[in-house]
């Protein structure tokens, strides 16, 4: 495996300049910068990993509940079988990710924090709409933002606004401002051992990583996305999109690497799903004697498409090259879950252990696969409901009931309170918190609603769900959406023009609860149009419906 140290960067550096560094960086930005990361934090071969020992012997009397919350990275809401449906029209089994509905509760109306990946993962952490402390954005390095911005998307381009450099902050810097209090900080206060795993993507400089934001322990990459294994690897499959600006960034852009505790970085031993999984089976033996909290955040299945041969293999009724690669994706990440699951029980810690799974938003149309959120309308960077209604199930055998459904409308804001609850921590009390303590509707303890309003906001592109009414207000294009969920879930018929006064109703709500949100820390440098009814790759055509997101 070809390590670049820190002299082969430099020679790179210098043999930029020898060819023409101006023209080289205008033909080569990615490469520069991926020579320039690799040049601050070179990345050094594998070596073992070391987690804490917990006590030797389990503590008297009654231990309060272990938490695992697991977190797919834009998995589909039709990417699991456990409703019939599945990758590839079903071929790929998900029984580890769906024993825990069937073990435990199936939120079905359940919402990501956001409909892109940071802005849920912060809403995830502290239990609050991220808008509420202006973490509004994806942090992104802005040669990326103007390669979004300046690239033509079929019929329709991007737009990318320079007026907005002056207000931008280094990418380092965008993340989780300290004086939030996350799910790690209230966890660790109470006594938990604390663990975090795979991708954190809420700020880089050193008082945003996870040691400073109440994990004990970490190992992953602060990265938005990493590559599974390197580039053209023996015994991986992999698939690029030369059409698409996001995949093109992403396999010139990132490393093979991962931190332990925010020390140098190295190259994980195998593919990146399994190492992920591998090494959190390893923690939980090293915890199984006192509580803890993980927070396993796997990259799978975001791009870029790299799959091991093994699964790839495994699938030879799938055809097509690149579902066949994405499928054997999702085979991967339920095997590690399904490990997971099983060093649960197998240090006897099953029945007292919270456990979480949900997906940071839905599917991406820029994969160029259909059906992957069916049946629902939209895609990842959308708020339609492909874009936020996600997979979302708990068990917990020692409180939760088994194989039990609970249909009202529930959000990724809930995780922080909800672990809260289990772990008999109080909720902070000096700000507004968003999420609600989902136990008593789950025990059957509490009657009513656990929200009256749902709100998501991207720059000009806001939504309010209020009871069965979801309303949708955008800029680019100027325009409204307006669907009763109960009586079409699906988002098929729009209502805003022939019942124009709940329109207004609906929107004096969400400019009540707009108007208390924070102002963007960093801005928006750019936004693209997202078609709602077909893959990016797919032909436009005059009748589409699209939204411009930004970022």
Known sequence: MKILKWGGAVLGLLAIVSVGGVVYVKQHPLAVVKLINNWRDPVGPNHPVVWQQGPETPPAGKRPPNIVLILADDLGYNDITLNGGG?????????????????????TQGYAGNATCAP??????????????????????????KMIG????????????????????????????????????????????????????????????????????????????SLYAPDGAPGIQQNKQDWDPIDKFLWAALPFAVSKDGGPRFTPDKYMTDYLGEQAVDAIKA???RP????????????????????????????????????AMIRALDRNVGRVLQALKDQGLDDNTLVIFTSDNGGAHYIGLPDINKPYRGWKATFFEGGIHVPYFMKWPAALPKAAKYGLPVAHVDIFATAAGAAGAAMPTDRVMDGVNLLPFLEGKQPGRPHETLFWRSGDYKVLLAGDWKLQVSERPKKNWLFNLKDDPTERKNLADADAAKVTELLGVLQGIDGQQHKPIWPALAEAPVAIDHPAHSPDSPDDEYIYWAN
Not at 293 to 320: G, R, S, V, W
């Open 87 to 107: 990758v590839a029209g079903g071929v790929v089994p998900t029984p580890n990710i769906n024993s825990i509905a069937a073990d435990g509760v199936d939120l």
């Open 120 to 145: 849920s993962r912060a809403a995830i952490m502290t239990g609050r709409y991220a808008t509420r402390f202006g973490f509004e954005f994806t942090p992104t390095h802005p040669v990326f933002e």
């Open 150 to 225: 300046e690239f033509q998307y079929g019929s329709r381009k991007g737009i990318y606004f320079p007026e907005r450099e002056k207000d931008n902050i280094p990418v380092a810097d965008m993340g989780i401002p300290r004086g939030e209090v996350t799910i790690g900080k209230l966890l660790q206060a109470q006594g938990y051992h604390t663990l975090m795993f795979g991708k954190w993507h809420l700020g880089e400089k050193p008082e945003m990583r996870p040691q400073a934001q109440g994990f004990d322990e970490s190992l992953g990459f602060l990265f938005g996305a």
């Open 287 to 289: 915890n199984r004697n």
């Open 292 to 327: 803890f909290f993980m927070y396993l955040a796997f990259n799978a299945p975001h791009t870029p498409l790299q799959a091991t041969q093994e699964d790839y293999d495994a699938l030879p009724m799938i055809k097509d090259h690149e579902m066949r690669v994405y499928a």
